[in-house]
């Protein structure tokens, strides 16, 4: 048999991860006739059929299955082999981050990050539309709230503490929890826990909403900061603020404290981890006080 064209494994390879030849053909920037031609291409060349198709839907048969497990582990192997040569490329890393976990606690960090893994680069993106690693973009993705996704490693960041903060001015008015009562209560909408957990945890009535509402917590522990109210929110996030007396927790030691598994470390779990994955998650472990990831 003569060699089989690279872009045709990589169409292959594409369209059985995903399941769908217009889903690889967005991967890879091609149309879906493209992929559909360069499959029929590589079914011919081996001389054997490799989906089975029913209109638009495609799905592996035997022999696509057993070739999927072959080209998935070959492509992954010529990138590690490829970072292994690289060594630049290797300590790159391609970090997709929650916004108010990028912008409170990750931000802050990554002087001692680079500083202390000499070498080290790291492209950072913060949104809401998070990867899907379908398209290799990025190399990782610190989460909010565990994944959906299925086929990946994932390292739980630790328990955060969920409390009430606000301005020290604020807070001489705050004796007991229910005086929040009496307090504009900003509310962070995409929160897992939010005051209505609070309050009810705390043996009180929720109060009806008032306040300033924002959809990301940095913009809340911004708002509570100046003085717009008392925001409930993760001590992680808000570690600076706190640090520097810009927020104070009025009831520490007087209420119940929210604690959950809010963030997560996610990669692709089919292939080898990139060395740069590899560093960062033992450096998030070290800054988070966490146990050591297992060897990746």
Known sequence: MNALPLGALRAFEAAARTGSFRAAAEE???????????IRKLEDLM???LFEREGRVVRL???????????????DELRHGIEQVSGRASNHLR??????????????????????????DIRLSASTDYPRFLNDEFDAD??????????????PLGEETVRPLCAPEMAAGIRIPADLYDHPLIESEHKRLRWNAW?????????????????????????????LGVTLESTRLAEREIADGRLVA???????????MGHFLVFPAKAKPRKAVRIFADWLARELGLKPPPAL
């Open 47 to 49: 001389g054997v059929a």
């Open 61 to 75: 048969n035997p022999a696509g299955e057993a070739l999927q497990l072959s080209v998935s582990t070959g492509f």
């Open 250 to 260: 009025p009831l520490d030691g007087l209420a119940h404290d929210l604690r959950y």
């Open 199 to 227: 309050f009810l945890a705390n043996g009180l009535a929720p109060p009806s909403p008032r306040g300033s509402r924002f959809d990301r917590s940095f913009m809340a522990i911004a708002a509570a900061v100046d003085g």
């Open 142 to 155: 610190i989460c909010y709230g565990p994944p959906r996704q299925e086929g990946l490693t994932v390292i």
């Open 28 to 38: 890879l920037a091609i149309s879906p006739s493209a992929v559909s031609h360069a």
């Open 95 to 120: 970090l997709h981050c929650a916004p108010s976990m990028a912008a409170q606690w990750l931000m802050p960090r990554l002087r001692r990050l680079i500083a202390e893994n000499p070498g080290f």
